[in-house]
Structure formats: C-alpha cells, structure tokens
C-alpha cells in the first residue's frame, strides 16, 4: 500500500470518514472547504462579537443582567470555536506534521467550545424561562447561584474531551504521544465518547423545548400572544429555527451517519451558518442592545457621518447623534 493510501485510510479513522463514501482524493477537498468556510464565519461573528461584548461589557446595566454575560460567553465560544476550526483544519490540508499531543488539545479546545456554545445557548433559553415565570424571586435566585451555574456549565463542557484525551495519554507511551502527526489526529472517535457527546445535545434540546413550552404557555394565559401582538410568537419562532439549524446538524457529525461529499459539506455549512446567526438572532435583535450599540461602533462603521470643510470629524460628537435609535427600537 502507498504512503498516500496509507494516509487516506489514517485520515478517515481518526476523523469520523471511515463509514462516509468519501473517496481519499476528497478528504483533502474537504479539509480545505472547511478551512474557508471556518474562515468565513470567523470574520464575521468576530466582528459581531466585538460590537456585542464591547457594548455590553461598557454599559452598567447591560453587564449586570446575566442574560447578556451569557450572550457574550455564547458569542466568544462562536468566534474561537471558527478561530480553532481553521487552524485544525488548515493543519490538516496541508499535511503539516505536528506534534500528536498538541493536535489532541486543539482538537479537545474546539470541542469544549462547542459544546460550551450549547451550554450557554440552553442557559439563555432556562434564564428567559425563569424570569418569566419567576419574576419576583428571579433576581435573588439568580444572585445566588449565578457563579455555581456557570463553572459547573464549563466543566460539563471540559469534561467529555479533557477524560478521553488523559485516558489516551495513560494507555498510550510518551513516544506516541509527542510524536510527529500529519493526520492530525483525534481520541473523541471512540463509541463511548460520541455516545456521551450525543447524550448530552439530546438533554440540552429536551431543556431549551421545555423552557420554551413553558414560555409560550404562560404568555398565552397571559394574553400577550394575541393576534395583535405577533412580535413574541415570532421572536420565538426565530430563535426555535435558528436552533435547529445549530443543533440538527450534530446529529449525523457525532453519531458519523454515511453520507456522501455534497452531504457533508451540507450539514457542515447549514451547522456553521446555525452559529453564525446566533449573534444576530440573540444579540442584534434585542432592542436594549440595539439602544447602546451606536456608541461603541467603530469609526469605519460610521457611514452616516459626512465631512465638510467647516466640518472637524475629529471632534467629540457622539455616534448617537448620526443615528436614528427610535427607528432602531421599533425594529423586531
């Protein structure tokens, strides 16, 4: 067997092709789709990350509500699990040998971000359900258990990937460990480990339906679900689809579905997209980020402002005098 057969059949076992019908020719096509739409994403939620955890972390009262701590934790796990993806997969295109233990470690960080994503994704979802149908115990409660709720979320988060990798590590001799590996390498491929990885998307889907039921069974007791107020039904109806489109696609990427190349590049892009709208769809469309945002733009995004001649565009007028916030506020 050839040195490249040799390495296509590595490849495939140590990142989950083995059972797809894709050709080894492929693989390092697929490497490099996945390079740049990694790419792709990282730019744009980067700069959507930025706007938000600036804007949140510069105003008093958003940065006390736990709802936008855990927008940011949420967009920052987004934007560095696309920073990681590129690197991982790029190392992979380009067959660059790399030390066996670190390809390990970036792999375990990508996971951790990932998973850490539907962590916090499922804690905006109960933090919303809660404040709804606790609302006069909902800020003490909060108060109390804030802390403990999220360090527990990210060593939920750490553990699948950080147990697996130091159980390699122990059956495995140091020389393997550190040595060379243009594969790139992974030790999340065992059954145990994707079992455990998929029992925890299905416990974190049950919770975020469940928070949602409760939600849109209290607003319509309530009455605000009325044909005259569509704006609830939608908004939920928005962050439901956008769910799907992120959590869907794990399914066949932990449990290693057959499928072919234009099916995988499918369910990869439409799960990248899912985390790509996250920003947007729990960050943007929230009016009382919306009314803070203009004063943290930075200045390339100001189109609105015009210089003239009698006109000093370095002077210290607010970014809140180009904008139109009303207009802003009435937008859902």
Not at 162 to 172: E, H, I, R
Not at 199 to 223: D, N, Q, R
Not at 226 to 243: D, E, K, P, V
Request: hydrophobic share 45%; glycine share 6%; aromatic share 10%.
């Amino acid at each position: 067997m050839s040195n490249d057969s040799n390495y296509d059949v590595a490849v495939k076992q140590n990142t989950g092709l083995l059972n797809a019908t894709i050709s080894g020719d492929d693989i390092g096509l697929l490497d490099t789709v996945k390079v740049c739409v990694h790419g792709g994403i990282f730019l744009i939620t980067f700069f959507l990350t930025y706007l938000i955890v600036v804007t949140v972390f510069h105003t008093a009262e958003l940065r006390r509500n736990v709802r936008f701590v855990l927008l940011c934790q949420h967009c920052a796990c987004v934007t560095s699990f696309n920073a990681v993806g590129t690197i991982l997969h790029g190392l992979r295109a380009l067959r660059m040998p790399i030390n066996r233990l670190t390809c390990w470690v970036l792999f375990d960080f990508q996971v951790a971000l990932g998973r850490g994503m539907g962590i916090t994704l499922t804690l905006m979802a109960l933090n919303t359900c809660l404040s709804i149908l606790r609302p006069l115990h909902y800020p003490a409660l909060v108060r109390r258990i804030r802390s403990s709720v999220m360090a527990l979320a990210w060593f939920v988060a750490l553990l699948n990937p950080v147990l697996f990798t130091v159980l390699a590590c122990a059956q495995s001799s140091w020389a393997y460990v550190v040595e060379l590996d243009p594969v790139c390498s992974t030790t999340l491929e065992s059954p145990a480990s994707r079992f455990s990885s998929l029992a925890l998307v299905v416990f974190l889907v049950l919770l975020i339906m469940t928070s949602y039921v409760l939600i849109y069974m209290e607003g319509c007791g309530a009455g605000h679900f009325s044909r005259s107020n569509s704006s609830g039904r939608r908004t939920i109806l928005i962050h439901m689809l956008q769910m799907i489109l992120y959590l869907l696609p794990l399914v066949p990427i932990i449990t290693r579905w057959k499928h072919n190349m234009a099916a995988t590049v499918t369910n990869f892009v439409v799960f990248l997209v899912g985390q790509a709208l996250s920003p947007v769809v729990y960050g943007l469309r929230c009016r009382e980020l919306r009314e803070q945002l203009p004063h943290f733009l930075p200045r390339w995004t100001k189109v609105f402002q015009t210089c003239s001649g009698t006109t000093d565009c370095s002077s210290t007028e607010t970014p809140t005098q180009h904008w139109n916030c009303n207009n802003l506020q009435n937008r859902d």
